[in-house]
């Protein structure tokens, strides 16, 4: 039997809804504090299929239990928290060290349906991507387009109640879990660029779709390439209007760089502690230049939260993360490159030890760290696509005739 967080109760003591709703934020906090200690998962395993499950069983917890979607309506099973208790909750799971999502959906696609989906498409998406049951993952990459989505290939042809889809996208994230996959088609001419562009919803089962992992730089699948071969999806899966997707596509992006701000501050917040404690095990400290760097870590990663917050205040404020997520993202991208990086420096030769060897410095994760954070510039729009947008947007610098109108 489901329970809500209306019903829920921890140590025999009352939590639900009007309790939560009534509490003071740190009351919130230790509410929630008290909920992660009681349901934690447990250590991540290290089998891959596992760690899948393990993933989607805790996400089935936490929106049983009234705990997911800390920014999404209630009426589709999120808890609509105001702005500080946001900044708690991303904290609170970080320090817990619980495991994140599957696939993009929550980040990307969820609020773009929240704000362009029918009742119908709300009702029918959200919960299962919420508690986990589906796992939701992105495909706009192509190979012959990269960060210019604007000239995508993969096209859908309109017949009748269904579009008949064919083309390719790469690098989707997480994609051989995928349940789902959020699209963007080409359902107007290849010259009419970001007008001719249509959001679509893909049952990655489908007959037609073929779903191939990519191995990286430390060995992982996290990315896939997806292939279309006359794959048949119901005109009720479009987002939005036909070719009108261009303006969904700039929703989803911006909460794309703005969803994991908050989680990645919260995250680096322990990551660089981590690493602090480490120079001190080893007794690094005493090197002025070793607690130079630290130091500009330091400053950098609590920067990395005011940026956060002030990208979900601009959420909150006008229903869009703006250009601002830009700058954010930027930031995140530079310190996680910059933070691994140095670690590695920082052991030596210890540091370039790998995971299978039991000489490797805390399982080898400052290598891992630093071979997965290369592409970090890459996704969500390259390092120079948040340029341009700072640069547009923020700074009002001029736009480039090149490029099609924002």
Known sequence: MTMSIDERATDGQA????????ATDEEFRAILRNFLATHS???RPRDPAARVEWTRAWQNILYDHGYAGPSFPREVGGMDLP?????????????????????????????????????EQKQNWLRPMLR?????????????????????????????????????????????????????VRTGTQESRQNGITYLIIDAHAPGVTIRPLRDLTGGTAFAEVFFDDVRVPVTNRLGE?????????TSLGHERAAGAMEQAAAYRRVLS???????????????????????????????????????NDILARGEPGPGS???????????????????????????????SEQAVQRGRWLAGFLSTRASTIGAGTAEIQRNTIAEQVLRLPHDPAMPPR
């Open 274 to 312: 981590e690493l602090v404690a480490l120079a001190r095990e080893r007794g690094l400290t005493a090197d002025p230049g070793v607690r130079a760097r630290l130091s500009d870590f330091e400053i950098r990663v609590r920067l990395m939260r005011y940026n956060a917050e002030q990208v979900i």
């Open 15 to 22: 939590t639900g809804r009007h309790a939560v709703d009534a």
């Open 83 to 119: 702005f500080s208790r946001q900044v708690i909750y991303r904290e609170e799971l970080a320090r817990a060290r619980v495991p994140g999502p599957l696939g993009t959906g929550l980040g990307i696609v969820a609020p773009t349906i929240v704000r362009y989906g029918t009742e």
């Open 41 to 43: 998962p447990g250590p």
């Open 242 to 250: 036909e070719n009108g997707g261009w303006a969904l596509v700039r």
């Open 132 to 184: 986990g049951d589906q796992v939701w993952c992105q495909g706009y990459s192509e190979p012959d387009a990269g960060s210019d989505l604007q000239a995508l290939r993969t096209t859908a042809r309109r017949e009748g109640d269904e579009y008949v889809v064919n083309g390719q996208k790469v690098w989707t994230t997480r994609g051989e879990q995928a349940d789902v996959l959020f699209c963007l």
């Open 326 to 356: 830009s700058a954010s993202r930027l930031l995140i991208t530079a310190f996680e490159q910059d933070l691994h990086e140095f670690a590695v420096d920082m052991l030596g030769p210890d540091g370039i030890v790998t995971k299978p």
